[in-house]
Nanobody, 113 residues
Framework: VQLQAFGGGAAQAGGSLRLSCAAS????????VGWYRQAPGEQRELVAT???????NYADSVKGRFTMSRDNINRIVYLQMDSLQPEDTAMYYC????????WGRGTLVTVSS
């Protein structure tokens, strides 16, 4: 299993970024994939998940601002992040639970006020 996240970077408060996660090594189409984030000094927290049926679930802190989607043909999940806030600053990780936890390497998002 490989999960490769990219698309992070710096943004101003109120701005947008889109993260992507390319997946391989498992049956992508039938599995739930998630995004987590970890801010400095904080625990890793769930941001969003998307099921095989395209149902999404979001942390309260990002509802209405972030949108997760998936492309089953190209095996990619996306996280569209709008109305970014400084508290969104974190390392973002792609996640799969398939008998065990799999994490991508992470991509850094920095939001300045």
């Amino acid at each position: 299993v490989q999960l490769q996240a990219f698309g992070g970077g710096a943004a101003q408060a109120g701005g947008s970024l889109r993260l992507s996660c390319a997946a391989s090594g498992f049956n992508f189409r039938i599995n739930t994939v998630g995004w987590y984030r970890q801010a400095p000094g904080e625990q890793r927290e769930l941001v969003a998940t998307i099921t095989s049926g395209f149902a999404t679930n979001y942390a309260d802190s990002v509802k209405g601002r972030f949108t997760m989607s998936r492309d089953n043909i190209n095996r990619i999940v996306y996280l569209q992040m709008d109305s970014l806030q400084p508290e969104d600053t974190a390392m973002y990780y792609c996640h799969l639970h398939l008998y065990r936890h799999y994490w991508g390497r992470g991509t850094l998002v920095t939001v300045s006020s």
